[in-house]
């Protein structure tokens, strides 16, 4: 069970920006939110993860909603390169770091 | 240091062979993890080590399956007597004790005829 709802797939064009959305509605109060993504014929790799405050590193930017039921990944201005899957995942805060997939959100990205 | 490597890439076996995979994780990373990934299935964890410890299990590595990991470096994941139901990639990961990101190898995949 992994506890998080994603869609099964969505649409991008390239330079536009992506939002996939995550629901995580029994997330409790030590419950991260991590993302990785999974190029074809590759490893999952990790792209962010946060608690409560918003997160922005090199690859994307990670908005948490208030009650944390909810979160959003985004690609800032989507590449070819970013053609994935989307995993966000649960993880609790002091445990042994053992992911839980789910089947995430395929990501197409359109030229 | 190149990442999580795994070897063999591929493996073809007959119905009832045995297999090994071997993994070597990042070097001093202390926590080494298995995962088994189907067709249009996110991965599903296995096992986990840390350092040459296996310190969890999954109700879906049966007694068929075996992991080491001697002296907290590299780690091998046997199967005795494959099944079909057993063709599918494994992943490796590796990660820092109390570090948030687990790195993953490109996976073995395996198929059994």
């Known amino acids: 069970d992994a506890k998080t709802t994603q869609p099964n797939s969505m649409e991008s064009n390239e330079e536009e920006p992506v939002h996939l959305p995550c629901n995580h509605s029994t997330i409790s109060g030590t419950d991260y939110i991590h993302w990785y993504r999974q190029l074809p014929s590759q490893g999952p790799e990790y792209v962010i993860h946060g608690l409560t405050s918003n997160v922005n590193n090199r690859m994307a930017s990670l908005a948490i909603a208030e009650d944390r039921k909810s979160s959003t990944l985004i690609l800032h201005r989507a590449t070819l390169r970013d053609a994935a899957v989307y995993y966000c995942?649960?993880?609790?805060?002091?445990?042994?770091?053992?992911?839980?997939f789910g089947k995430g959100t395929l990501l197409t990205v359109n030229p | 240091d190149t990442g999580v490597s795994q070897n063999p890439r591929h493996k073809i076996t007959k119905r009832g062979q045995n297999v090994t995979f071997r993994c070597d994780p990042i070097s001093e990373h202390n926590r080494l993890y298995w995962y088994r990934q189907t067709l249009g299935q996110g991965p599903e964890f296995l096992t986990y080590?840390?350092?040459?410890?296996?310190?969890?299990k999954s109700r879906l590595l049966s007694d068929r399956f075996s992991a080491e990991r001697p002296k907290g470096s590299f780690s091998t994941l046997e199967i005795q007597r494959t099944e079909q139901g057993d063709s599918a990639m494994y992943l490796c990961a590796s990660s820092l004790l109390g570090n948030t990101e687990a790195f993953f190898g490109q996976g073995t995949r395996l198929t059994v005829v």
């Open positions: 080590f840390q350092n040459e410890a296996q310190l969890e």
């Open positions: 995942i649960r993880l609790s805060g002091g445990s042994n770091y053992k992911l839980t």
